[in-house]
């Protein structure tokens, strides 16, 4: 069997085995993707992705953000530059936390990408933002909006936002709504991602005191650990053309979350997922990916491993 044609056969039974195990949701347009609940350690049964190219140390993408206190707005050009696709990475350090797996997906399907992101700034209309956001916040919403209607649209923006910063506010919903919509009506796809749960104030210390039984002595409930709950993804999901991909069940088998899954510790920090643990959400983001965003119509095959 000819290379490309082996991959692509591996990606139809990965979304296969996906459906399977229950892992995939779909409502008309939207689909949400929690991963298995059949294991009790959150073990992805997904194939191999060589994570050989990955560079998981550009988490924090360099110079392209602007930080939590800073006025500003800055745009950055990734991936394949001579791509069909043009796709954009928006949203705080929780989308942040995904650049280094969507950059790979990126190269894997020859996208053209651009980086936009400020810390601890939900996505929405300037117009409708509550007061209580930050004034810098407001105004680089105010120039999101500008940059989008000025250039031309996106064919896929994937976007998450912290829930510690949106804290579940109908107002920041409204907001979240509004900027999605305008995309949509432009022909734009959506990708949003439910924000991850969050670990007990004193994790590390607890893994450093309990050792081998951290991981369930260390844990919290699914409820504890998504408060406040990320409200975001809720309020597009019935659009047409947006994805949700929620991870739920990969972070917390069972409803338990623990600190710690297969060896390797979830968390950076109190709120931050750690890197070691991306990476063993590239397969998932990548079963949830539309398929039309696989492919080069300029080829009648998929562009993979290239």
Same mark, same amino acid.
């Given at each position: 069997?000819? =290379?490309?044609?082996?991959?692509?056969?591996?990606?139809?039974?990965?979304?296969? +085995?996906?459906?399977?195990?229950?892992?995939?949701?779909?409502?008309?347009?939207?689909?949400?993707?929690?991963?298995?609940? @059949?294991?009790?350690?959150?073990?992805?049964?997904?194939?191999? %992705?060589?994570?050989?190219?990955?560079?998981?140390?550009?988490?924090?993408?360099?110079?392209?953000?602007?930080?939590?206190?800073?006025?500003?707005?800055?745009?950055?050009?990734?991936?394949?530059?001579?791509?069909?696709?043009?796709?954009?990475?928006?949203?705080?350090?929780?989308?942040?936390?995904?650049? @280094? &797996?969507?950059?790979?997906?990126?190269?894997?399907?020859?996208?053209?990408?651009? #980086?936009?992101?400020?810390?601890?700034?939900?996505?929405?209309?300037?117009?409708?933002?509550?007061?209580? +956001?930050?004034?810098?916040?407001?105004?680089?919403?105010?120039?999101?909006?500008?940059?989008?209607?000025?250039?031309?649209?996106? *064919?896929?923006?994937?976007?998450?936002?912290?829930?510690?910063?949106?804290?579940?506010?109908?107002?920041?919903?409204?907001? #979240?709504?509004?900027?999605?919509?305008?995309? +949509?009506?432009?022909?734009?796809?959506?990708?949003?991602?439910? &924000?991850?749960?969050?670990?007990? +104030?004193?994790?590390?210390?607890?893994?450093?005191?309990?050792?081998?039984?951290?991981?369930?002595?260390?844990?919290?409930? #699914?409820?504890?650990?998504?408060?406040?709950?990320?409200?975001? =993804?809720?309020? %597009?999901? *019935?659009?047409?053309?947006?994805?949700?991909? &929620?991870?739920?069940?990969?972070?917390?088998? *069972?409803?338990?979350?623990?600190?710690?899954?297969?060896? %390797?510790?979830?968390?950076?920090?109190?709120?931050? %997922?750690? *890197?070691?643990?991306?990476?063993?959400?590239?397969? #998932?983001?990548?079963?949830?990916?539309?398929?039309?965003?696989?492919?080069?119509?300029?080829?009648?095959?998929?562009?993979?491993?290239?």
């Amino acid at each position: 069997m000819k =290379p490309r044609l082996r991959l692509a056969v591996a990606f139809v039974l990965m979304v296969a +085995l996906l459906w399977i195990t229950g892992g995939a949701h779909t409502k008309g347009n939207n689909v949400s993707l929690q991963g298995s609940n @059949s294991g009790s350690n959150g073990q992805s049964t997904l194939p191999h %992705i060589d994570e050989g190219r990955i560079d998981w140390s550009k988490t924090e993408s360099g110079n392209c953000l602007v930080a939590k206190d800073n006025f500003g707005f800055t745009a950055c050009a990734r991936g394949d530059g001579n791509g069909f696709w043009n796709v954009a990475f928006i949203g705080d350090s929780h989308m942040r936390q995904y650049f @280094s &797996d969507l950059d790979f997906l990126a190269r894997k399907y020859h996208w053209r990408v651009t #980086y936009i992101s400020k810390s601890a700034c939900p996505v929405g209309a300037q117009a409708m933002l509550p007061k209580h +956001l930050s004034a810098s916040c407001r105004d680089w919403n105010g120039h999101l909006e500008k940059y989008l209607a000025e250039h031309t649209p996106f *064919n896929l923006i994937f976007n998450s936002n912290s829930a510690f910063v949106s804290h579940a506010s109908s107002d920041v919903a409204a907001a #979240y709504r509004t900027l999605v919509k305008s995309q +949509l009506q432009r022909g734009t796809a959506w990708f949003a991602i439910w &924000d991850n749960p969050k670990p007990r +104030l004193d994790f590390l210390d607890c893994i450093a005191t309990k050792g081998k039984l951290a991981r369930l002595r260390c844990s919290l409930h #699914y409820e504890q650990s998504m408060r406040p709950l990320d409200v975001l =993804p809720a309020a %597009i999901q *019935n659009f047409k053309n947006v994805t949700t991909l &929620d991870l739920r069940s990969v972070f917390c088998p *069972n409803d338990l979350c623990s600190p710690i899954i297969n060896g %390797i510790t979830v968390y950076r920090d109190k709120s931050h %997922i750690s *890197n070691a643990f991306s990476q063993t959400l590239v397969g #998932y983001l990548d079963a949830a990916i539309p398929n039309r965003f696989r492919k080069d119509p300029h080829y009648p095959i998929l562009r993979l491993g290239h």
